[in-house]
């Protein structure tokens, strides 16, 4: 639980406990409050107390949506809230060893393998954890959400975390992941020309930085359509804005847990000034459109508020929409929770904008659309044949799954990593 420990065990304080849950309870959705019970009864310790190992063995919400379904009666299966979703396991090449990845794809608009029966749009999604830990697996619900209310594929990555990999591993993880992804996207089944950036809490962090760097890379890398932060981390320079203030004991996020993030992230003080971290005082002008999502329980909600603020003074077009009465990591959340469902949907109506193929040319409503779809699939296709890059299947290949849920994947020693440059984010030359 997301409150103070005693020192000796690592239980939460009983006390402080009761507080949060009252608290919560007053506050909070009722969905959302029986979620957050259904998370107290998986006993978990205050994260900002525990080792390392310790809080990458803690249950997750995603752990809690799952005892909640159990208890209902209702079938645990991800197909069975999220349908038509196929999922197939991806490795990522990069210079620093291979990223895992899961690809998923609409079923209807499969021919039954991944070959593409349409070129797609891709969103790159990226997930939370603090930069320490947790794991594409543990974000599953948000990835199907975002692959149902669009129909595109969507690659969720594993990046390198700290503290084994501190600042800045996981942003230049994220945007080698991005360069492949971009460079591949035909062999994938995807429209090179169709790519968005989703990420989630630290994973709309790293999203956000992605954007920058491509923005500022060569001309040959396809820039993003539209950039999806769900409750992002924007910020350093303060713990004591109004949400950190209203959420200091909230769950499954507060106060010290972030400072417990800092702490395994940094390799030094300085790091707290760079712009990839207090990404509000980047440089943000020439940005695809943004997208924020936040929500009330959650000590990100005024770091959300900051980075829409600062967009809009960089001049990019910017949306942020808040969900009352629910709590940070919501967002996967739709199997149970009714606010989880809506800020899917709107998610998937603010990237289906930014595609330039709609989804009711994929829904045989518009069949001429639909056959100007499939001669650029075939066109696609035929440009597959003639590349040279390997093909995307000799990439799906099993990984230790008991890695994959612990959220600590086995890269390998630390290798040289792309120069990001002191101060801020940078391209390649």
């Known amino acids: 639980m997301s409150t103070t420990e005693t020192k000796d065990t690592g239980k939460p304080n009983p006390i402080l406990s009761a507080i949060s849950k009252g608290i919560s309870s007053l506050r909070a959705d009722h969905d959302m409050t029986e979620l957050l019970d259904a998370f107290d009864q998986l006993g978990p310790k205050a994260i900002e107390k525990l080792s390392v190992e310790e809080a990458r063995r803690q249950p997750t919400i995603a752990d809690a949506v799952k005892h909640l379904l159990k208890k209902r009666g209702l079938d645990t299966n991800p197909e069975a809230y999220c349908p038509g979703i196929e999922r197939k396991e991806l490795s990522i090449p990069t210079m620093n060893g291979d990223l895992h990845a899961f690809m998923y794809r609409p079923t209807r608009l499969s021919t039954g393998s991944m070959s593409a029966s349409f070129a797609l749009p891709i969103i790159v ?91 500022d890379s060569p001309a040959w890398l396809q820039r993003p359509l539209h950039v999806l932060c769900i409750y992002p981390v924007t910020q350093t320079g303060s713990q004591s804005t109004a949400s950190y203030i ?16 800092f702490a395994k992230v940094l390799r030094n003080d300085d790091d707290m000034k760079d712009h990839r971290l207090d990404l509000i005082h980047a440089n943000l002008a020439g940005l695809p459109p943004v997208t924020v999502i936040n929500c009330t329980l959650d000590p ?31 967002f996967g959340c739709a199997a149970v929770l009714k606010k989880a469902q809506e800020a899917q949907e709107f998610a998937g109506k603010r990237l289906r904008e930014a595609f330039s193929f709609p989804l009711e040319a994929l829904s045989g409503t518009d069949m001429g659309a639909k056959a100007t ?27 230790d799954q008991s890695a994959v849920k612990s959220g ?22």
Request: hydrophobic share 40%; with cysteine.
């Open 125 to 215: 999604y990226f997930h939370g954890g603090g930069f320490v830990f947790a794991s594409a697996q543990v974000y599953d619900g948000s990835a199907r959400g975002l692959c149902k209310q669009t129909d595109s594929i969507v690659i969720s990555v594993d990046y390198r975390q700290a503290p084994e990999f501190k600042f800045p591993c996981a942003w230049d993880d994220c945007y080698n992941a991005y360069c492949w992804i971009a460079n591949h996207a035909h062999s994938l089944g995807g429209d090179p020309k169709q790519l968005a950036l989703a990420g989630e809490s630290a994973g709309g962090n790293l999203a956000m930085n992605t954007a920058i760097r491509v923005r």
């Open 246 to 261: 209203e959420n200091a004991l909230g769950k499954p996020l507060n106060r010290a847990m972030m400072g417990w993030f």
């Open 373 to 399: 779809t499939m001669e650029t699939a075939n066109l696609m296709q035929a440009d597959v044949s003639k590349a040279t890059v390997p093909s995307a299947e000799s990439y799906f290949k099993p990984l």
């Open 300 to 330: 990100l909600r005024n770091d959300g508020e900051m980075l829409a603020d600062a967009l809009k003074k960089a001049g990019v077009s910017v949306v942020r929409e808040v969900y009352s009465g629910v709590a940070h990591e919501f």
């Open 408 to 429: 600590g994947l086995p890269y390998g020693p630390a290798q040289p990593v792309i120069d990001s440059g002191p101060g801020g984010v940078r391209g390649l030359d």
